[in-house]
């Protein structure tokens, strides 16, 4: 079935680095790959998202990148601050017969920004 | 405009008990996905329906059956509650397939003793 690889596990770097955190995805026909960040207790929030059309997206000290080839998606932040701290998750939209389709999340990765 | 409402969202059950998680949303989403997320194991699919009148199943769900009554409405039934079904569980929806936006529910914390 359709899975979804994501690592580290954990990230910890100090306040003003970058995280890069990195995810596969096995279904060929994914064409939707959106980022989540989960704060203790709350609901996935959308960060950021990418479309298979395209290689790379960005938004403030956010960036996605895409290689559907070797079918890898990576988050970058850059300049982290302590309000990063959370739980990240990559997902990948997979495609089903007519109009169907289900959103396969990877396992995360609790990043912690050290002041 | 509530986005994506779910209840209850708290609920301690004894293993055998029943209940019914209910989710309603009103952004007139057609695709409607209810996940549980373990310590370490991210969010796993249990159900979708991708229209009104249909559901299928996702990664794990035996344990749970569901319900899409309506557009607005698509509901997660625990026919006899196991102390591996203790999770949160959140249900999100999305306006049609295919990459948009999907939003999520703010959760049920549900305990099975």
């Known amino acids: 079935g359709e899975n979804v690889e994501q690592h580290p596990s954990t990230l910890s770097v100090q306040e003003g680095d970058s995280a890069v955190i990195k995810c596969t995805y096995s279904?060929?026909?994914?064409?939707?790959f959106p980022w989540y960040k989960q704060e203790l207790g709350k609901r996935p929030q959308l960060i950021i998202d990418?479309?298979?059309?395209?290689g790379e997206k960005k938004d403030q000290r956010i960036a996605v990148t895409l290689n559907k080839t070797a079918k890898h998606f990576s988050l970058h932040i850059t300049e982290t601050q302590p309000e990063d701290s959370a739980v990240y998750f990559c997902?990948?939209?997979?495609?089903?017969?007519?109009?169907?389709?289900?959103?396969?999340f990877g396992q995360g990765t609790t990043l912690q920004v050290k002041p | 405009n509530a986005g994506v409402t779910q209840t209850p969202k708290f609920q301690v059950l004894k293993t055998g008990q029943s209940m019914t998680l209910q989710c309603a949303q009103d952004?007139?989403?057609?695709?409607m996905y209810w996940y549980r997320q373990d310590p370490g194991m991210g969010l796993r699919l249990i159900y979708y329906?991708?229209?009104?009148?249909?559901?299928d199943k996702g990664e794990v769900p035996n344990g749970y059956n569901v319900s899409r009554l309506n557009k607005r409405e698509f509901s997660l039934r625990l026919e006899s509650a196991a102390p591996s079904q203790t999770s949160v569980y959140f249900c999100?929806?999305?306006?049609?397939?295919?990459?948009?936006?999907?939003?999520f529910g703010e959760g049920s914390w549900l305990t099975v003793v």
């Open positions: 279904d060929s026909a994914s064409n939707y």
């Open positions: 990418i479309r298979s059309n395209v």
């Open positions: 329906s991708a229209s009104e009148g249909t559901t």
């Open positions: 999100a929806s999305t306006g049609i397939w295919g990459g948009n936006t999907i939003y």
């Open positions: 952004m007139n989403h057609n695709s």
């Open positions: 997902a990948a939209f997979s495609s089903g017969r007519g109009n169907t389709g289900k959103l396969i």
